[in-house]
């Protein structure tokens, strides 16, 4: 693989040291807010579907045009979840799922002063390996649903997940 192709990645899908970081979102996320017509940062393998549309590591998400599509993003956790969020901010169309982390900068930015609307959950998530089996830990910080439009801030303002939606 070309490593500045995937610059955007690489918090997600290429671990420390050569190991896989991709984790999967949990099925009952996208069954309470789904469904999407795009995922752009989709994991190559996936036991279910996040979206009608996916693109991987391979297509590179980042460089495609999302269209008029409403957007699913679970985006690589790390020092680039900040491109992602910029990226779903201009598109303004979509739900993301992200750490509570209202201290970084890009919450600051693409979230706070971009977002429709914001989904805490109530609990810690627990992800899901590549092969669909449920992570034995969860996720080690609390995780939030960002709005971007109309149709997301409808999703969530009637998610059946327990946690508490907030509009900005």
């Known amino acids: 693989m070309n490593s500045s192709k995937h610059d955007g990645w690489s918090g997600h899908h290429r671990g420390y040291e050569g190991q896989t970081n991709e984790w999967l979102t949990p099925p009952e996320i996208i069954q309470a807010v789904g469904p999407f017509d795009l995922d752009p940062c989709s994991p190559i393998n996936r036991p279910w579907n996040t979206a009608n549309k996916h693109y991987t590591i391979e297509d590179d998400g980042l460089a495609q045009d999302w269209g008029s599509d409403f957007v699913w993003m679970n985006p690589p956790y790390g020092p680039h979840t900040k491109v992602w969020m910029k990226k779903l901010s201009e598109h303004n169309n979509g739900i993301a799922l992200i750490f509570a982390r209202t201290d ?15 989904f805490f959950l109530a609990k810690r998530l627990y992800f899901h390996y590549i092969d669909g089996s449920k992570s034995k830990n969860n996720s080690g910080a609390p995780s939030v649903l960002i709005g971007y439009g109309e149709k ?7 998610c059946p997940l327990e946690g508490k939606f907030v509009t900005l």
Do not use: H, P
């Open 152 to 158: 997301s801030c409808n999703r969530l303002s009637n």
């Open 104 to 118: 970084t900068e890009y919450f600051q930015k693409y979230v706070f002063n971009k977002a429709d609307c914001i």
